[in-house]
């Protein structure tokens, strides 16, 4: 039997093994990119451009900042809380130039959820838009950090449209809570500070951690990925060869509504596009689809990245439908499964198709995607990229035959150094120099993966595995459902019950429509025994439909006796 059956669908464009050393770090490529690309555009948000030049000199002002102003040491952590704004590739790769690790943020935290994180990470420095500064302030005597800066959504947008933008957003959309953060320092000061020292930069090895990117990984605890240099970098070179077959340099314009703050949009929009010259299109907030679509039609763009409830939700936008889809050249979902009905109706409406992707953020993130050059199989996650290995393994972490089901392992150059200071959280999820993804899959016999659910979300029937990626692929596809998440409810009778939760387009649609719909395609065992409707499911903050939340919500108004 061929070990690694992948390898004969590679395209044929794509190399086998790529050099996952080819820059010494991330800074290395940023190096070349800029001075590759020099005026040509690398970022656009709110109308406003900013060139490979103008983010050279503006990281650089802020690289400056921080090791000549503050006089921080390299390996100091900076903690970095915004959504997609000018703000964040400058205070990222500026950090990042300054020998620095990113710690990445989700601006919606709430204070404890901070607070954890900044403790954990022991940020020296936090950056973060005004718009939640008032939860910080709730917690800024119990955490480390030494030094604040503030930004607002509108200040690197200049002049008059960088003043409305803010006044707009503070006293029209009162979009930013009163605060009183004593000491913080505003971003342009420290830019303007940090311009008046000259750039040196220290050594910077593959070895070096670059991010802290938060996670609940395998056993919900919310730990830091430790991710190097080399691992975002290997990634990075992976990303490229897979992508490299349709894309050109300097002519791909890419839409960036996954938040930079995440591994996705990181290592996908941001670095592996970056190396090729994109054009990123950044999108402050994607939820308000009307402004999103209204964007999108100012572009001819080339590479589109989101999650399922994203494509779902466009789809579902008349101005999206009436859209030009001629220059779009590639489509990636990830961070949840694609549906086979989502994915079916963006290809019909666009001609291209919606390669689906796999990775977490312990690999950087990708360990597979589909091919893009037409031979992907919906319903799957692909092959492994280059320099990468996957098996299907039993609970002792020894493969299983082809077409069974097990936990899916992972090995190559972007599995992470490890959880940041917790040793023993990072040996439950390592099998020797495999990482234990806490998914359960199956490999055909071609070498396609394909993910049934998490390990710890599957459901128990009277004996039976019920996955609810299965039950919710089903229900997307019925006529009137918008969205569905699927959960485990206890069950005397049967250990656990399956239990849905849909967002309705068609508001006459009724519980028992959706179960017969169900009967159509899933065995007894498997149906919703109840299926509650309602307004909007709990996402994280890339749009992944979190059933944990669901759960916690269903067991508030059903308390198990």
């Known amino acids: 039997m061929n070990k690694f059956p992948w390898l004969d669908h590679y395209p044929a464009a794509v190399d086998k093994e790529v050099d996952c050393t080819a820059y010494s770090s991330v800074v290395d490529l940023f190096d070349e990119s800029v001075e590759k690309y020099q005026n040509a555009v690398a970022y656009e948000c709110m109308g406003k451009t900013m060139s490979f030049n103008e983010l050279k000199e503006q990281s650089a002002n802020f690289a400056n900042y921080l090791t000549q102003v503050l006089q921080l040491k390299k390996g100091s952590r900076i903690a970095i809380q915004m959504p997609n704004t000018l703000q964040y590739p400058v205070v990222m790769f500026g950090a990042l130039r300054a020998g620095m690790i990113v710690v990445n943020t989700n601006p919606l935290y709430t204070s404890s959820e901070m607070k954890h994180q900044f403790i954990d990470s022991g940020a020296d420095v936090i950056v973060i838009v005004s718009n939640f500064a008032h939860n910080l302030e709730k917690i800024r005597s119990e955490i480390p950090a030494k030094h604040i800066i503030l930004t607002e959504l509108g200040d690197l947008l200049g002049g008059l449209k960088g003043t409305i933008?803010?006044?707009?957003?503070?006293h029209v959309k009162k979009m930013v809570p009163a605060f009183d953060l004593p000491g913080a320092v505003k971003l342009k000061s420290a830019l303007a500070q940090g311009a008046a020292h000259p750039f040196s930069p220290p050594q910077i090895s593959l070895d070096d951690t670059a991010f802290l990117q938060y996670t609940g990984g395998t056993t919900g605890v919310s730990k830091g990925a430790e991710l190097t240099h080399a691992n975002i970098v290997a990634n990075m070179q992976q990303i490229s060869a897979w992508m490299k077959p349709k894309l050109k340099e300097r002519e791909e314009v890419v839409v960036t509504a996954l938040p930079l703050y995440h591994i996705f949009a990181?290592?996908?929009?941001?670095?592996?596009?970056?190396?090729i010259g994109a054009h990123n299109l950044l999108i402050t907030n994607p939820r308000d689809m009307k402004s999103f679509c209204k964007d999108l039609s100012k572009h001819e763009f080339t590479v589109f990245t989101g999650v399922n409830t994203l494509f779902n939700g466009l789809l579902n936008q008349e101005s999206f439908q009436k859209l030009n889809f001629q220059k779009l050249k590639i489509a990636v979902g990830g961070g949840m499964a694609v549906q086979k009905s989502t994915a079916e109706k963006w290809k019909k409406l666009t001609g291209v198709p919606l390669a689906e992707g796999y990775g977490l953020t312990e690999t950087s993130p990708v360990a597979s995607c589909n091919p893009i050059d037409g031979t992907e199989r919906i319903g799957t996650i692909g092959i492994p990229l280059p320099n990468t290995e996957m098996i299907v393994a039993n609970d002792e972490g020894e493969e299983v035959a082809i077409g069974e089901r097990g936990e899916v392992l992972i090995k190559g150059?972007?599995?992470m150094k490890g959880y940041w200071q917790k040793p023993e959280e990072t040996a439950h999820v390592m099998h020797g120099e495999w990482f234990k993804s806490g998914d359960i899959g199956i490999m055909d016999e071609d070498g396609f993966f394909k993910i049934v659910d998490r390990k710890k979300e599957m459901i128990l029937v009277s004996g039976f595995n019920v996955y609810p990626n299965e039950v919710e692929d089903c229900i997307a596809s019925c006529p009137g459902v918008l969205e569905v998440g699927v959960?485990?409810?206890?069950?005397?009778r049967s250990t656990e019950r399956v239990v849905a939760y849909v967002v309705?387009?068609?508001k006459s649609l009724t519980e028992e429509q959706v179960i017969a719909?169900?009967?159509?395609?899933?065995?007894?065992?498997?149906?919703?025994?109840?299926?509650?409707?309602?307004?909007?499911?709990?996402?994280?903050n890339v749009g992944k439909i979190l059933r944990r939340k669901i759960k916690e919500a269903h067991l508030e108004k059903n308390p198990v006796a």
């Open 517 to 540: 719909h169900c009967h159509q395609s899933l065995t007894n065992y498997k149906i919703p025994k109840e299926v509650y409707f309602t307004d909007e499911l709990p996402k994280s």
């Open 165 to 170: 933008v803010n006044l707009v957003v503070k």
């Open 413 to 415: 150059p972007q599995v």
């Open 487 to 492: 959960i485990g409810m206890p069950d005397p």
């Open 266 to 275: 990181l290592t996908v929009n941001c670095l592996a596009m970056m190396k």
């Open 504 to 506: 309705a387009k068609d």
